[in-house]
């Protein structure tokens, strides 16, 4: 729930800032024919809408690790089913910035073999099942003939 409820402000304010600087730049420079209410408005459904998103997006994210891999399934408007080999993964990353220590939280970065961007995170994890499964993968790994 804490990572769904970070990932609802963070949504909440992307969603300002870009409806705000969108309605509120040419309404101050140009004098749009609005009143300060409706624009107010606007970016408060805006707001309400963005963090709504961002719930729902955090909490329809699964993930699975089994004795062949890991699998992340994000079900939102758009399914994105994603398998990665254990064959496949490079490095193991954990990664926790000042708000994601603050609430308790992690993300695990899987690097796997491919071009420089080929990496699966799982954000909002949290931090002792973050290690847990960093920990799991990586000896998994180990075990495995078969990974690089």
């Given at each position: 729930m804490?990572?769904?409820?970070?990932?609802?402000?963070?949504?909440?304010?992307?969603?300002?800032?870009?409806?705000?600087?969108?309605?509120?730049v040419?309404w101050?420079?140009?004098?749009?024919?609005?009143?300060?209410?409706?624009?107010?408005?606007?970016?408060?459904?805006?707001?309400?809408?963005?963090a709504?998103?961002?719930f729902?997006?955090?909490?329809r994210?699964w993930?699975r690790?089994?004795?062949?891999?890991?699998?992340?399934?994000?079900?939102?408007?758009?399914?994105?089913?994603?398998?990665?080999?254990?064959?496949?993964?490079?490095?193991?990353?954990?990664?926790?910035?000042?708000?994601?220590?603050?609430?308790?939280?992690?993300?695990?970065?899987?690097?796997?073999?491919?071009?420089?961007?080929?990496?699966?995170?799982?954000?909002?994890?949290?931090?002792?099942?973050?290690?847990?499964?960093?920990?799991?993968l990586?000896?998994?790994?180990?075990?495995?003939?078969?990974?690089?």
């Open positions: 804490r990572a769904a409820s970070m990932a609802a402000m963070g949504s909440a304010v992307t969603a300002l800032v870009v409806v705000g600087g969108v309605l509120g040419p101050v420079l140009v004098k749009l024919p609005l009143p300060g209410w409706a624009v107010v408005a606007i970016v408060a459904v805006a707001v309400l809408l963005g709504g998103f961002g729902r997006r955090q909490r994210t993930w690790l089994d004795a062949q891999g890991l699998g992340v399934r994000r079900d939102l408007m758009w399914q994105l089913d994603t398998r990665v080999p254990l064959s496949r993964v490079q490095h193991l990353d954990l990664r926790r910035g000042p708000i994601e220590r603050a609430a308790g939280l992690a993300t695990l970065v899987v690097h796997t073999a491919g071009s420089r961007f080929s990496a699966v995170s799982l954000s909002g994890l949290d931090h002792a099942d973050a290690e847990h499964l960093r920990d799991t990586g000896r998994q790994l180990d075990q495995d003939d078969d990974a690089l």
